[in-house]
C-alpha cells in the first residue's frame, strides 16, 4: 500500500514545489511567494531548497530579502512554468474539450480607453452568453498592466503598444485616427490643415507624462524643432475632452474616444501622426485558460490559431 501511494503523494508535492518556485521567481522575494500562496517564508525556503537538491542546482541567488534566478534557474523556470500553468488548468481544459465548461473568471488588464470604448459590446455579448463566467476587468496600462501579465495577475491584456517587450506577443484588432480637438469657434478650428507649429501656438492638455502619448507627439513636436506647450496634465479621454469643451487649451486624440455628441471640434492629423491600434497581448509562452480562449475567439479567432503554434514550437 505504501509503495502504491508514494509516486502519487511525489508528484502532489513536486507540483507545491514548482508552485513555490516559480511565485517566488515572479515576485522577486520569498516574503513575496510566501505572502501570494498564503504560507510561512520559511515553508517557501524549504520547498524550493528541495527542488534545488533534487535536481542538484542552484536556482537562485540570495541577495539580502530579494532573489534572483542564476543561469540553471533560469532554464529552469522556463521549463517549470509552462508545466504549472497546464497542470492547474487540467479540469478546466478537460470540461471544455468535452463541452461541459461550467463557471471560472477572466483576468484582463486594459486601459481606461480600451474599457470604455473598445470592450463594452464584447463584455456584454460574452456576459449574455456565458453568465457564469465572471469577467474582471483591471484598469491597468503602460508598465504597470505589463507588471501584471509578467507576474500572471492576469490572463491577458487588451490595449495599445507603441514598442512591445520581447517577452510579449501583441496583435493590433483596431486602429484608429489621430485627431486635433479644440473648443468650437477655436482659431484652429477655421484652418483645415493646421500645422505642427499652428499647434504649437497654444496650450495643450495631454495624458500622464510616462504613457506613450505624450512621447509619441512630444517626439513629433520635436522633429519640427517646436516646443510642446502643455497647458494641462490630465487623466482620460473623457476629462480631456470635457477641459478641451470648456476652453482650458486643445489636444491631440485617437478617434477611439471621440463620438458625435462630443461638442468640441475634430480636424484628422494623420499627416503627423500614425494611426493608433488596439489589440490583444500575451505573455509569451503562456497557456490560456479555456475562459479566455472563448472570450478571444470573440474578438480574434485567429489569434489562438497563431498562439498556439508559437507554444508547439517555443
Known amino acids: 500500500m505504501t509503495t502504491t501511494c508514494k509516486p502519487y503523494f511525489y508528484k502532489q508535492n513536486r507540483m507545491k514545489l514548482l508552485r513555490a518556485f516559480c511565485t517566488a521567481t515572479q515576485t522577486g522575494s520569498i516574503s513575496g511567494a510566501a505572502e501570494k500562496l498564503f504560507i510561512s517564508q520559511p515553508t517557501v525556503s524549504l520547498q524550493i531548497q528541495s527542488l534545488e537538491r533534487d535536481f542538484g542546482a542552484a536556482l537562485f541567488e540570495r541577495k539580502g530579502p530579494k532573489i534572483q534566478l542564476t543561469p540553471e534557474g533560469e532554464v529552469f523556470y522556463k521549463l517549470a512554468q509552462p508545466l504549472l500553468e497546464q497542470f492547474s488548468k487540467l479540469e478546466e481544459s478537460f470540461k471544455a474539450s468535452i463541452g461541459k465548461i461550467e463557471g471560472g473568471e477572466i483576468k484582463i488588464a486594459a486601459g ?4 470604455l ?3 463594452p459590446d464584447i463584455v456584454k455579448s460574452f456576459a ?3 453568465p457564469d463566467i465572471k469577467i474582471n476587468l483591471y484598469n491597468e496600462t503602460g508598465r504597470d498592466g505589463l507588471a501584471m501579465l ?3 495577475e492576469v ?3 487588451i490595449g495599445s503598444f507603441v514598442t512591445v517587450p ?10 484608429y485616427e489621430p485627431t486635433l480637438i479644440t473648443p468650437l469657434g477655436h482659431p484652429l478650428s477655421k484652418i483645415k490643415a493646421p500645422t505642427i507649429e499652428d499647434i504649437s501656438q497654444y496650450g495643450l492638455i495631454l495624458p500622464p507624462k510616462h504613457l506613450a502619448t505624450w512621447r509619441v507627439i512630444e517626439a513629433e513636436f520635436e522633429k519640427h524643432g517646436v516646443k510642446l506647450n502643455v497647458a494641462l496634465e490630465a487623466g482620460g479621454w473623457e476629462v480631456i475632452k470635457r477641459y478641451v469643451e470648456i476652453g482650458m487649451g486643445i489636444s491631440i486624440v485617437t478617434d477611439v474616444c471621440l463620438t458625435d455628441d462630443d461638442a468640441i471640434h475634430k480636424t484628422p492629423l494623420l499627416e503627423y501622426f500614425p494611426k493608433r491600434t488596439y489589440g490583444i497581448v500575451v505573455r509569451r509562452g503562456k497557456f490560456l485558460t479555456p475562459q479566455s480562449k472563448m472570450f478571444i475567439n470573440k474578438i480574434d479567432s485567429d489569434f489562438l490559431e497563431r498562439h498556439e503554434e508559437s507554444l508547439a514550437n517555443s
Open 166 to 175: 520581447e517577452d510579449m506577443v501583441y496583435e493590433s484588432i483596431w486602429s
Open 112 to 115: 481606461e480607453s480600451t474599457i
Open 155 to 157: 490572463d491577458f491584456a
Open 128 to 130: 449574455e452568453q456565458y
Open 150 to 152: 509578467r507576474a500572471d
Open 117 to 119: 470604448y473598445i470592450l
